[in-house]
């Protein structure tokens, strides 16, 4: 028997999409500040299934893979894996000990060639056959995200949770999925999934005045040969340091162009409840134009126009932390060290190809058309 930690709220822990004056407007995740837990059991990966299903569809719950402390069990508390030491909140959930034989994995932007709803098939041949041999034959569980389909099929992202068959402590399967990452040249899956307070979503969305695109195939399971999958280690190997190539966008690169685009892909900040992704994404367009000028990067120069695009947006939804010098400054110093402005042959088919998901190192995504990774030139 194993156990999986669910955490749950009076609010509602999913997106709520709805129609306001012919556009699409999405209400974001309730932060959870305080949440409830309950552990529940399963046999197998069928079981756990249906116990996540159930809870899914109330709309309220979330998973967690750490456990809480005996003393915050099944009250509702914070979900503190470290102690606060501005509020002096002791921590109360600790990693699993004994490991977990339950595994998220949360895979983002996938390039989906059809640009049509994915099916079984897609999912097989897009994801699992990316990730190691021996998740080939082994049962698993899918679910495509809140969004997926909101704004057409080009990408689509969601969780896959599998069984091993033996138990894996959180950090283990965390380094497995950075050097996996590292293997591959990109950041294929989200290794957050495997931090013990990382909240996982899996409530069903609220759709207001407009269908769910997904309709019924959100949530499937496909039964393989084997019901658990024996991971094994992954070796990070040795190869060359990837460069961040800006591809070439064409037309005049002056001051005034230079700032227009960067205010155009600032207003993706906050479309359907993305705030981190276009954020970054933005600021690495900027700065490899500003480098492919042979000009130095102008740290104020990028905060304001942040400031004065986004600042409301970023402060009306609870996130004034990534307006502080300390956010900013460190994603633009990055930006500096690894952006290296060259031209690139057969730029959109190159960005179609490589542009892939990098998430708070490389945007969460391709930076569309103009970041992607390639060797290092020797």
Known sequence: ????????????????????????????????????????????????????????????????????????????????????????????????????????????????PSGVKPAVTDIEQLVIDRLPPEFKSASYIYNHSSSAGVHGFRFFKLHLFFQSNAPLTDQWMRTWAQNFNFNLGERFLDDRCFLPSQLIYIGDPVFVGMDDPIGDDRWGFV??????????????????????????????????????????????????????????????????????????????????????????????SGRSHYLSDRHLNSIIAWADAHVVPKQVPEANRVARKLGRAHDEIMANAAISRLITTTPTEK
Not at 64 to 71: A, C
Request: glycine letters at 8%; a neutral charge.
């Open 223 to 316: 039964p393989k040969i084997n019901s658990t999958v024996d991971i094994k280690p992954v070796v990070r190997q040795s190869r060359s340091d990837p460069v961040i190539t800006a591809l070439a966008t064409g037309g005049d690169l002056s001051d005034h162009n230079l700032e227009q685009w960067f205010v155009d892909r600032l207003s993706q900040v906050g479309q359907l409840g993305e705030y981190r992704t276009p954020l970054f994404r933005a600021i690495c367009f900027a700065v490899a134009v500003i480098k492919r000028r042979g000009q130095q990067v102008d740290a104020g120069w990028i905060k304001g126009i942040v400031h004065r695009q986004v600042g409301g947006v970023l402060a009306g």
């Open 1 to 112: 028997m194993s156990a999986i930690t669910f955490v749950h709220s009076t609010k509602l822990l999913c997106k709520q999409f709805s129609v306001r004056n012919g556009a699409i407007v999405v209400t974001p995740y309730d932060n959870g500040y305080m949440l409830n837990n309950t552990v529940a059991e399963f046999d197998c990966i069928d079981d756990l299934f249906e116990v996540i299903q159930e809870f899914a569809k109330t709309r309220r719950v979330a998973i967690i893979k750490g456990v809480y402390k005996e003393h915050y069990f099944e009250k509702a508390c914070r979900r503190l894996f470290h102690h606060d030491q501005t509020t002096g909140h002791e921590a109360t959930i600790v990693s699993n000990p004994e490991g977990n034989v339950f595994h998220v994995f949360d895979v983002d932007y996938v390039d989906n």
